[in-house]
């Protein structure tokens, strides 16, 4: 390994064996990349399957060509893979909990609450159709009581007609038809705001996406220009070229007064500038966590919502309903006469009539076309948790990363880094 990677950090090959060998190492770089650069295309940021296997394809032969002719840039590209540690690392992986959200969660809460409108639009319509058939009850009554009343003892007393229609029964088919078209719009209107929130969720993940990634590359790009212009930059770190040169000269006393402001890049020691850095980012990383939390709570309370209405509905019992119509016809003789002398009427009973009458309003049936809700997925939170805990390595860990990128551009800059061991040696010689 440490054989490749000098092959691999030399600015030039010295023969056609480790040309070749940079050139195996470039090219399984390559695959790998753009493997991962497709996925993340194609899966997470959603392009077409065409764009996203051509840009893979360009992408990774720029780089192949990129990384086996241009030095500096293979140093700036092994940088990157610390560099994913740091900030704009995280703002990648933000951009992925984005887009799992929006693509799964997003849909699924979108789904239960489409559940629930199902279940309201299902009892709406049967609890109305019901309401509605009541009317031939009492089209039936109508009728029955209409002959009770012609049914009388004496002709003379016979009305013309007792009947009478209810014209409800017409309206039935014009109350579901509008009750459909209602439904149907709040389906659009609905699948409309569905989709742009979508889309707009989308483009802008794209977009942070895109400039997450330039800026990841600039970022080290600006490290390196900096490592290789300015001497004072990121140097304060006891490296073995600092020993080895304080060893040769007889001062290795320097090394050792000046530990608490110098750090070893190998070890687990962290400045207080370094710690507060890490806890600051632990901060931010607990906000969006706690966001994300928020979005996986609506999803939770959505599907029992969903959950409990679907149940209930099913087990909406009918209500019944009973109709009692008492009706009695009596004529009285001589009411005055017998008012006048104290004593009670006396009546002449021409017609009784009594009956009951039953009917059942339902809310719920099994023609409707209600979806089953849909759970949350336990995959789902387990990347997300899984990338979370990512985020707070990440953020614990920056400074290590750091430390890492020295490493890296001190391999494939080893010049450089003499001249900065001996500009950190003249400064600890100063002080002292």
């Known amino acids: 390994m440490a054989d490749l990677w000098w092959i691999y ?17 470039c090219c399984c770089i390559t695959v790998v990349i753009g493997s991962l650069f497709y996925n993340w295309m194609f899966a997470s940021l959603e392009y077409s399957w065409h764009l996203s296997v051509a840009t893979a394809v360009s992408f990774s032969l720029l780089l192949l060509l990129t990384l086996l002719l241009v030095h500096p840039a293979r140093c700036v590209f092994s940088m990157i893979m610390p560099t994913l540690g740091t900030k704009q690392g995280r703002k990648l992986l933000f ?42 009850l009492l089209d039936k009554v109508s009728w029955e009581f209409g002959d009770a009343i012609q049914e009388t003892v004496d002709p003379l007393y016979k009305p013309m007609n007792g009947h009478f229609r209810f014209s409800l029964l ?80 007889r001062a290795a006393h320097l090394l050792v007064g000046s530990s608490k402001k110098l750090l070893r890049p190998t070890g687990l020691k962290l400045s207080w500038e370094e710690v507060m850095l890490c806890l600051v980012q632990a901060m931010l990383v607990t906000v969006a966590l706690m966001l994300m939390l928020v979005v996986v709570a609506m ?73 089953p809700p849909t759970a949350p997925s ?34 494939f800059f080893q010049r450089q880094e003499e001249r900065r061991a001996l500009y950190l040696y003249r400064k600890l010689s100063r002080r002292h």
Not at 10 to 24: H, I, N, Q
Not at 109 to 130: A, H
Not at 393 to 406: G, N, T
């Open 299 to 371: 999803d939770h309370f959505a599907f029992s919502v969903a959950d409990t209405v679907v149940r209930k509905a099913a087990q909406l019992s009918t209500v019944p309903i009973t109709l009692n119509i008492k009706y009695k016809v009596a004529i009285g003789i001589l009411p005055f006469v017998f008012k006048i002398i104290g004593h009670p009427s006396e009546e002449l009973l021409l017609r009784d009539f009594k009956g009951t009458y039953h009917h059942h309003l339902t809310f719920s049936s099994a023609r409707c076309g209600v979806s």
């Open 378 to 411: 336990p995959s789902v939170l387990l990347a997300l948790g899984l990338l979370f805990c990512i985020l707070y390595a990440s953020a614990l860990l920056e400074p290590f990363a750091r430390r890492l990128c020295r490493e890296v551009a001190a391999s």
């Open 170 to 249: 017409q309206n039935n088919t014009l109350i579901s038809q509008k009750m459909h078209l209602a439904g149907e719009k709040i389906s659009k209107d609905f699948s409309s705001v569905e989709v742009l929130v979508k889309d707009s969720i989308r483009v802008a993940n794209r977009l942070a996406a895109g400039f997450s990634t330039v800026y990841l590359c600039f970022q080290s790009t600006w490290y390196l220009k900096n490592y290789l212009t300015d001497l004072r930059f990121d140097n304060f770190y006891i490296t073995k070229k600092l020993e080895r040169l304080a060893t040769d000269r």
């Open 9 to 25: 950090s030399k600015p030039v090959p010295a023969d056609g064996r480790e040309l070749r060998t940079l050139f195996l190492q």
């Open 95 to 136: 951009s992925t909990c984005i887009m799992i959200a929006v693509v799964n969660i997003t849909p699924n809460i979108i789904s239960n609450i489409k559940t629930i409108l199902q279940v309201i639009k299902c009892i709406c319509k049967n609890s109305s159709d019901s309401l509605l058939n009541s009317t031939a």
